[in-house]
């Protein structure tokens, strides 16, 4: 007020939120998002339903997945998704203890803010704390060789254990442990394993024991003439990104006729461009043609005369994969191809699978791009298998770059805490207290994996914290029997770079949530009242 007249700064219809309250709502919305995932956790994790408004249903306890379906609109909730797609995307798991471990950072925080401690302090501690916890995390790794397939089975394995694709566990770990070895590219230090070279085709109706991995590439189309052979075997395969049609003038241009012979020499001039596209395949000694673009109707008729088999309107990632397989080159005018530009496949073949058509280039000399056909019984199972498939290949190509691996079931969680403790004592100052709190928040892990398997959490912690005291440092929680095992005789490993991404954005994300102490909310939002913080922005009571 100036002068008893109001200053007005923001549209009518704003809201803002300052100080202790933003900070509490914000704290909040995050932990509500923890919470949804909180109970998918571990082997003995739970399934969440999804119906999305069009009556979808998608059933998975895979923490990215869930948190893609579910409509949040809290801003603070929307980040703590985002630590989830980018964890994905880094590591293909460890989605979900990463939201879990951010909620409880920040659970803790606020322990910390109501004694007065300012969010600056905490987040400089939790600071120091992520890149203590690394380096804990470091020291306790186990280098490993990139081809050994075993360990490679083994963190498919772990990656797998509590989905529905549990039970052929081991027949998609071997799957995926050969694909990703196949499509791995070694030059000197640096090794590349690119899972967009891997192409993965869901088809009902079937065993989830008939998913099988294909030397090559499954095209999701048919032969485009039933005249056309439907197997080709020793096949000479050439790739041609331009239509094999006759092609129309760039400017606009009519073309008179007057007489009927007119006509007929246009046509014969039509179909011979066309038999000469035809003819320059067949001198090129290719047998199977996999075009980007249209196939003309008569072209189709001259290809299956000469007994080609071709393929039309392929997509533009197929015919990359194609090229990296068959070791084609992609042609972009008919003219130029030449025997040299073809790829080589033992069969290229039509099948139908379930009710459909496709297309199998298989039998590959040394692919650097393949296939996986998953199968299952319902449209629900071959999702969820392919979820799992994805964590199991993201893991085994993070191994695969980096070489080196930690022990899971909640060990490393457990070695990481005793580590932090430890340090803060050497700290001092009240960024110690955020250190102490980030070693019991880290716990979280170990303590939620008992809970979901309805186990004591406190005398799991107390059991496992006895273990790496007496300096067994690889100490987890077997879920079966309540038992501490040491987790790396058993076999229970994840890549190191999962361990490490998990803190790091999970701190991240808390530190981030942290700093925020003002919300202007520029726009009304649906729901119950307390706009951006007290509703959490526009979802019903008692849910997310």
Known sequence: MMSGQPIILLK??????????????????????????????????????????????????????????????????????????????????????????????????????EQNVHPTLITIGYRMASDKAIEILNNIAVTVDRNDKETLLDLARTAMTGKNAEVVKDHLADIAADAVMKISLVEDDYVEADLDNIKIEKKQGASANETKLIDGIIIDKERVHSGMPRKVKDAKVALINSAFEVKKTEVDAKISIRDPHQLQEFLAQEEMVLKKFVKTVKDSG??????????????????????????????????????????????????????????????????????????????????????????????????????????????????????????????????????????????????????????????????????????????????????HKDGDKYAGLNVDTGEIINMLDNKVIEPLKVGSQVISSATEAAVMILRIDDVIAAREMSGPPGGPGGGMGGMPPGMM
């Open 12 to 113: 009518e219809g704003t809201r803002r939120e300052t100080g202790r309250n933003a900070q509490s709502n914000n704290i909040q919305a995050a932990k509500a998002v923890a919470d949804a995932v909180r109970s998918t956790l571990g082997p003995k994790g739970m399934d969440k339903m999804l119906v999305d408004s069009m009556g979808d249903v998608v059933i998975t306890n895979d923490g990215v997945t869930i948190l893609k379906e579910i409509d949040v609109e809290h801003p603070a909730a929307k980040m703590m998704i985002e630590v989830a797609k980018t964890l994905d995307g880094e590591c293909g798991d460890g989605t979900t203890t990463a939201v879990v471990v951010g909620g409880e950072l920040l659970k803790r925080a606020e322990n910390l803010i």
């Open 286 to 467: 290719a047998n199977v043609i996999i075009c980007q673009k249209g196939i003309d109707d008569l072209a189709q008729h001259y290809l299956a005369k000469e007994g080609i088999f071709a393929i039309r309107r392929s997509k533009k990632s197929d015919m990359e994969k194609l090229s990296k397989a068959t070791g084609a080159r992609i042609v972009t005018n008919i003219n130029d191809l030449q025997s040299e530009d073809l790829g080589s496949a033992a069969v290229v073949e039509e099948r139908k699978i379930s009710d459909d058509r496709m297309t199998f280039v298989t039998g590959c000399v040394n692919p650097k791009a393949v296939s996986i056909l998953v199968r299952g019984a319902t449209e629900h199972v071959v999702d969820e298998l392919q979820r799992a498939l994805d964590d199991a290949l993201g893991v085994i190509s993070t191994a695969v770059k980096e070489g080196k691996i930690t022990a899971g079931g909640g060990s490393a969680a457990v070695e990481i805490s005793r580590g932090l403790k430890d340090y803060a004592s050497t700290v001092g100052g009240r960024e110690q207290m955020a250190i102490e709190e980030f070693a019991n928040a880290i716990e979280v892990v170990p303590r939620t994996l008992a809970e979901n398997a309805g186990l004591d959490p406190i005398n799991t912690l107390i059991n496992l914290r006895k273990a």
